[in-house]
T-cell receptor, first 115, second 116 residues
Framework: SAVISQKPSRDICQRGTSLTIQCQVD?????MFWYRQQPGQSLTLIATANQGSEATYESGFVIDKFPISRPNLTFSTLTVSNMSPEDSSIYLC????????????FGPGTRLTVL | DQQVKQNSPSLSVQEGRISILNCDYTNSMFDYFLWYKKYPAEGPTFLIS?????DKNEDGRFTVFLNKSAKHLSLHIVPSQPGDSAVYFC???????????????FGQGTILTVHP
């Protein structure tokens, strides 16, 4: 498995502001993913981020609210824009390290609280 | 529509005994299944997976069983240890790798508590 890190680990933000979360993988990967885990809920996929192409968003998530960058094979960012208290969640990035399986490995998560 | 379901929110087991976590799915296109363990304030940790061409996969204390006709999988932990106390998520995908999309659909999770 690879080491996947996220920054920041947690943040408290004011309503209406934006936060950019960084995800770094210590090896080159084609597919990276961003998930949200709302309090007491399961993990919900926000989008898939492949290097060299636009992110693919799941139903209910839009690029204006969650813009994603994937500038190279080891790094991705997720921005949570114009935040409201409903955006308070844990945001997780993951990477698919082996193209022979769909196994994903996760970063430690970013705990976001919006006041 | 919850395509992957874990109907038991919690499970309590005595140390040394077997823990059995269950998961049901509805999408017959799923052909790769995974179990993750999650501690508070950490990301999910991959435990074990199984392809639909198998009905059992074993890794140390962890065994996953797949019953395709029933669309059911289970994770057995033997023997259970207090350090196994965590939230366990099952997940499923529609392809077993290659150039597939690779999207995972997660269940709601089961909180496992192993008592000393």
């Amino acid at each position: 498995s690879a080491v996947i890190s996220q920054k920041p680990s947690r943040d408290i933000c004011q309503r209406g502001t934006s936060l950019t979360i960084q995800c770094q993988v210590d090896s080159q990967v084609t597919m990276m993913f961003w998930y949200r885990q709302q309090p007491g809920q399961s993990l919900t996929l926000i989008a898939t981020a492949n290097q060299g192409s636009e992110a693919t968003y799941e139903s209910g998530f839009v690029i204006d609210k969650f813009p994603i960058s994937r500038p190279n094979l080891t790094f991705s960012t997720l921005t949570v824009s114009n935040m409201s208290p409903e955006d308070s969640s844990i945001y997780l990035c993951s990477a698919r390290l082996d193209t022979a399986t769909d196994t994903q490995y996760f970063g430690p998560g970013t705990r976001l609280t919006v006041l | 529509d919850q395509q992957v379901k874990q109907n038991s929110p919690s499970l309590s087991v005595q140390e040394g005994r077997i823990s059995i976590l269950n998961c049901d799915y509805t999408n017959s296109m799923f052909d790769y299944f995974l179990w993750y363990k999650k501690y508070p304030a950490e990301g999910p940790t991959f435990l074990i997976s199984i392809s639909s061409i198998k009905d059992k996969n074993e890794d140390g204390r962890f065994t996953v069983f797949l019953n395709k006709s029933a669309k059911h999988l289970s994770l057995h932990i033997v023997p259970s240890q207090p350090g196994d106390s965590a939230v366990y998520f099952c997940a499923a995908s529609g392809n077993a790798g290659g150039t597939s999309y690779g999207k995972l659909t997660f269940g709601q999770g089961t909180i496992l508590t192993v008592h000393p």
